[in-house]
């Protein structure tokens, strides 16, 4: 997936650029969950079919879409869903960059890719918290 200038959404079929406003990306897809003026999400499928949450963070200096969330609205099996975030992900993206040890007995992955970073991670936040995001860069 060429990922530098936008990311494909599988369903809703669409292509949201980097740096797109939140006027241009509510007129884009017309289902979108105001959070706040600069956080909206959506459930989606993407990369080969999985299905999830999509939380589209923009900057609050009107700068426009810069990072992507991926996340679910329940975690019976924290593990389970680590790992298929982690295979969706590897399909897609290949390798990451690097690894280390995480939290909860999970690791943690970084992709360093042309024009953004990927990282997925469980952090204890008031109980297990899974971070799957995609940041374009600065």
Do not use: K
């Amino acid at each position: 997936m060429e990922i530098r200038e936008a990311f494909t959404i599988e369903r809703p079929a669409v292509s949201v650029p980097w740096g797109i406003t939140a006027a241009e990306l509510n007129a884009l897809i017309p289902d979108l969950r105001r959070v706040t003026h600069v956080y909206y999400t959506l459930p989606v499928t993407v990369l080969g079919g999985l299905r999830c949450m999509l939380g589209f963070h923009l900057r609050g200096d009107g700068g426009g879409l810069s990072e992507l969330e991926f996340f679910r609205t329940a975690y019976p099996d924290q593990r389970a869903s680590f790992e298929e975030f982690q295979q969706h992900f590897e399909r897609t993206f290949g390798p990451p960059s690097s690894s280390e040890p995480g939290g909860e007995g999970l690791p943690s992955y970084e992709w360093r890719l042309p024009g953004v970073s990927i990282i997925h991670y469980v952090f204890d936040r008031f109980g297990p918290e899974e971070h799957m995001r995609i940041r374009r860069a600065a």
